[in-house]
């Protein structure tokens, strides 16, 4: 009852208390910098899906801080933040980022609460992962090897062994049983690895688990929103990164969509008021998989050195290339965006002029739609815009950028009907200017 009644505010019922952050491209769009920086005006902060292939970045007092599990508001000490049934939990990578907040146990306990229905990432899950990636030889999707496609595999064959689990008396039980499945599928494969090295860690990081407040999160998140708690439901990775609508194979393994915030949480659609997409001024991915705008020149060197484009998880390169604004308006439509927040304006400081796609020819047809076959051949049509010399990393006023960055941006919000409201000049919290 104490962080009921704590985060309880009014008792106005089925108010849309309930606001969803997502990302618009393929990941990487900064979610975890503004999601820090709307955390003063919730109660809650909900991770909904995905697991410790996602890397969210914050930038505070000069220091670059990045959670992979724990949702980015846990560096305000008043916020209660939840990790929902959607997302995969690897206990190992949970005890290291807890371990590296620098805050106890006992006090990030009172403010970090676990849904007792999310399922465990084991060691061999992430043995199969590289085993499956392996495999594919030169056809591989980018991986991020962190067992997660083979986690989330066991959740849909009902397999998977979940949190609560972790608290009955027979789970070293439960997890031998779970590897010896593991062991007979990895026996088909010619793929050589070392149990033990998996497994350091992981015991230790179920220790860690244990000394968290592990609950069934779909009553508590209902309970709060229902009695005026403002919740911001957190997505990972990104629009065109989701299992059903992105650029199938070369897809996570979850619904990184706002419909995912519901299956992840265990919430009502009537619940939910904003519905927040993050987009850069330009586009990155990681991994293999379609990317039309890709720059695979100097300007595409540029963009990624500039804009200090390595994977926070991987720490791979990412790939570089101009806004795809058929995909953005394809993330809007699919998501119900209704606010736009704008991220990495500064790094498109300095270029004379900006391309942006604005449609597609897919194998010789004019298109403003995203093809099925992630195999076809897609060329981008673009329009020019004039770019902006001036450094705005300074600047917090809207009415103050240059001139041709608010061209761009309402050039943007004319294409796709939706407002931008939220522009990021920097990586720094306060390097953020909002916009009425």
């Not at 003063?40 to 902060?45: E, F, K, L, S, T």
């Not at 990790?83 to 990030?108: A, C, H, M, R, Y």
């Not at 761009?408 to 920097?426: A, C, L, R």
């Amino acid at each position: 009852m104490y962080l009921v009644d704590r985060f309880c505010i009014s008792d106005n019922i089925y108010n849309m208390n309930i606001d969803i952050l997502l990302g618009l491209q393929w990941g990487d769009e900064g979610k975890g910098k503004i999601v820090d920086v709307l955390s003063p005006g919730y109660d809650i902060i909900a991770r909904f899906q995905g697991g410790p292939n996602a890397g969210h970045s914050l930038e505070f007092n000069n220091v670059k801080h990045v959670l992979h599990l724990i949702p980015s508001g846990i560096f305000h000490p008043e916020k209660l933040n939840i990790i929902g049934n959607g997302v995969v939990i690897d206990p190992g990578v949970f005890k290291k980022e807890i371990e590296g907040l620098g805050t106890s146990v006992q006090e990030l306990s009172t403010r970090l609460i676990i849904s007792s229905r999310a399922n465990l990432i084991l060691p061999s899950h992430r043995i199969l992962d590289a085993a499956y990636e392996f495999q594919k030889g030169t056809t591989k999707i980018g991986s991020t090897l962190k067992g997660i496609g083979p986690a989330y595999t066991d959740k849909v064959s009902r397999n998977g062994l979940r949190v609560g689990d972790i608290l009955k008396k027979n789970f070293k039980d439960l997890y031998t049983s779970h590897l010896k499945n593991h062991l007979i599928i990895l026996k088909s494969y010619n793929f050589r690895f070392d149990l033990e090295e998996y497994e350091k860690g992981w015991f230790e990081g179920i220790d860690m688990l244990r000394e968290f407040p592990i609950s069934d999160t779909e009553y508590l998140v209902n309970k709060l929103a229902g009695k005026g708690s403002k919740v911001l439901a957190e997505g990972a990775q990104g629009t065109m990164l989701d299992v059903d609508f992105g650029t199938y194979p070369y897809v996570t393994s979850s619904n990184t969509i706002s419909a995912g915030a519901c299956t992840g949480l265990g919430i009502s659609p009537k619940l939910i008021g904003e519905i927040f997409g993050i987009f850069k001024a330009y586009c990155t991915r990681v991994g293999s998989g379609p990317f039309p705008t890709e720059l695979e020149d100097e300007t595409g060197d540029s963009l990624r050195n500039i804009g200090r484009e390595f994977g926070s998880t991987t720490g791979r390169a990412r790939r570089c290339g101009w806004l795809d604004l058929p995909a953005l308006k394809y993330s809007i439509m699919i998501n119900g965006v209704t606010k736009l927040f704008m991220t990495k304006a500064d790094v498109m400081s300095g270029f004379r002029s900006i391309k942006i796609c604005k449609s597609y020819l897919v194998d010789g047809v004019a298109s403003e739609e995203i093809p099925f076959n992630a195999e076809a051949s897609i060329e981008p049509v673009y329009v020019e815009l004039p770019g902006w010399e001036a450094d705005i990393s300074g600047m917090r006023e809207f009415d103050k950028l240059p001139e041709a960055l608010k061209s761009f941006i309402k050039f943007i919000e004319k294409e796709t009907g939706v407002p931008v409201t939220m522009v990021s000049v920097g990586p720094d919290r306060e390097e953020t200017i909002f916009r009425k």
